[in-house]
């Protein structure tokens, strides 16, 4: 599969602290050597934002597409249609990679991605780590890496908007991002495993989140952290 372009989406809300460094992570990202000639358009998708969300974005030279309703699926679907219009490149030569405002992707992300799309693959479920740090981070191991095997590759069950990947192509034949407040990136995912495209869920480049137990979507991962937290060590974890 040839890739010629690939488009990042970050739906943010209120994310000025944070979004400077994924828009960073994002930059070294795209000047990965795995990515020569390929063009990289970033779209901030600023949903309902107060602050300064926007602005940032534009001086980190990111497309920005704005929008009001607080919703996570809207927005990530706003934005890949934003980035398709910009880059005008037929569906199956475009890459769609989505992360999150609060999360920091790796160097090799994208070069990852497409290497798994020159493999064959339509789709790169990928998963996400807390930094070292983080109190919570041994609870997250806990609870997300219970059906890990000791050995060999991980076919893990897990979605996240803020490590994701696919073709233009199958993400148009599966119908995009569904417009819900919570579990879009499991909607559109389980849509092309419907439909027979190929996904791989791998564990091989995992994105760096925040381990924030307050986060922007009623439902998200904050909300799955918290619950894990209270499940293993009780309120004393989230004080």
Same mark, same amino acid.
């Given at each position: ?163 994701? $990947? ?14 819900? $407040? ?58």
């Amino acid at each position: 599969m040839s890739i010629r372009a690939v488009a990042v989406i970050i739906p943010a809300c209120n994310e000025e602290t944070l979004l400077p460094a994924a828009l960073k992570a994002v930059r070294t990202a795209g000047r990965h050597p795995g990515l020569h000639q390929v063009r990289v358009l970033t779209v901030v998708v600023a949903d309902s934002c107060t602050d300064r969300t926007a602005r940032l974005a534009r001086e980190a030279r990111a497309e920005v597409v704005t929008l009001s309703g607080r919703n996570p699926g809207r927005a990530r679907a706003a934005g890949v249609t934003h980035a398709l219009r910009e880059l005008d490149t037929p569906p199956g030569q475009v890459w769609i990679a989505t992360t999150d405002a609060d999360s920091e992707v790796p160097a090799n992300w994208l070069a990852h991605q497409l290497a798994r799309a020159r493999e064959g693959w339509e789709a790169v479920v990928g998963t996400v780590a807390l930094p070292p740090a983080s109190p919570l981070t041994p609870v997250h191991q806990i609870g997300y890496e219970t059906s890990k095997p000791h050995r060999g590759t991980w076919d893990h069950p897990h979605v996240h908007g803020a490590n994701l $990947g696919l073709t233009a192509a199958a993400y148009l034949a599966a119908g995009g991002f569904p417009p819900l $407040g919570v579990g879009e990136d499991h909607a559109l995912i389980a849509a092309l495993r419907q439909a027979g495209h190929r996904v791989l869920a791998t564990d091989a480049c995992p994105v760096r989140t925040s381990p924030r137990l307050k986060g922007r979507a009623h439902g998200g991962f904050a909300d799955h952290l918290t619950s894990l937290a209270l499940r293993t060590h009780g309120q004393t974890a989230l004080e």
